[in-house]
């Protein structure tokens, strides 16, 4: 997989550039036909760990211009300081560095908090270029029902973070209902939550139940008189009712300590969305919270549309359509590898044959 993984991206390179490469990488049609070639499954949830780690081991970033970062679980954590390493090798300005780091913190953030689709990331993969150009290619995956689903970006598509940034989003299954923070129909809603937050979080408490171990009963609404009231059928009769003077109205509660962070994100005063979903501690709940909020006191709907995208070579590694037949795959990368050393000293027949094989397969 590494070689071939290897090979085909050279290819690429050779032809169209860094930047084509980028492109083809950020679109989940063609990352999953990628994969496919290299010998996966189009179901496989280890699609995206394993071709991720199959270019991160073939590219060098000295020789090819672009590197891979990141990874599955603690890697995806590196990201930062892999690219702060990145900086010498390209020679990244300080303030490029910076940008690159929020863009990577911002697309994990976004996908895991602002996007509620049941969907955890996992794994993060950040692809840069010599010329700072970028793309991600992440993954979330739901406990319950074990789906996997891809998230892909780049940044030439981004004008705002927070208005549908994807490039594209890949998953066998549609949620009925996702809650997404990021798309242009929830610009209002953004606003909104920005307000509510700096007008001092303390009066969003109305708005949330008590937390009760226990579905609340109509019997709990007047004192118990068991004694004085006997009942033959076992029940008690009710004299009084004394209703509470706190009526839930939205089914979710935030801790005291989730209304600290509330609080702390006052006392700084965010600008913008962005910069309130950037603060440490602003997570799913509170998001889905002040979203909630925001159309229930303002009227302002954030979109619940899920914004998920649908989308065989050698055979796939566990045997389905068919085994991975090893000697054609080596055959493979080695007709590409010497199409490309010929191309390299400006003999590309094979090079353009491979081309042309495109016409007979369509």
Known sequence: MVKLSGAITEVILEEYGINEFLERISNPYWFQGFSCVIGFDWHSS??????CGALRASLNPQQHGIAVLGGKGKNSLKTPRQLTQMADTFNITDN???????????????????IQDTYTLYQHNFFITETGQWAVVQQGMNLQTKYARRYHWINTDIDNFLET????????????????????????????SVDLINDNPEHLRQYFRRKDPKQTLLTDFYPDRRDENPDPTGYHRQTQFTMPEHHPILDMDLSEREYNVLKQAYEIQPEN?????????????????????????YGKKASWEDPVKYSYAHGGKDGFPYPVDREVYDHSIHTIREALEQAKIDKKEKLQAIRRLDKHIQ
């Open 46 to 51: 280890g699609t995206t760990t394993t071709t």
């Open 96 to 114: 490029s560095l910076e940008k690159l780091i929020q863009s990577s913190k911002l697309s994990a953030k976004i996908d895991n908090s602002c």
């Open 165 to 192: 940034p994807h490039s594209g989003i890949d998953c066998e299954k549609e949620e009925k209902e996702a809650l997404d923070m990021s798309s242009r129909q929830s610009r209002e809603a953004q606003e909104i």
């Open 273 to 297: 969305y962005q910069e309130l979903i950037s603060l440490k501690g602003i997570g799913p709940k509170k998001i889905r919270a002040l979203a909630l909020i925001s159309d229930l006191v």
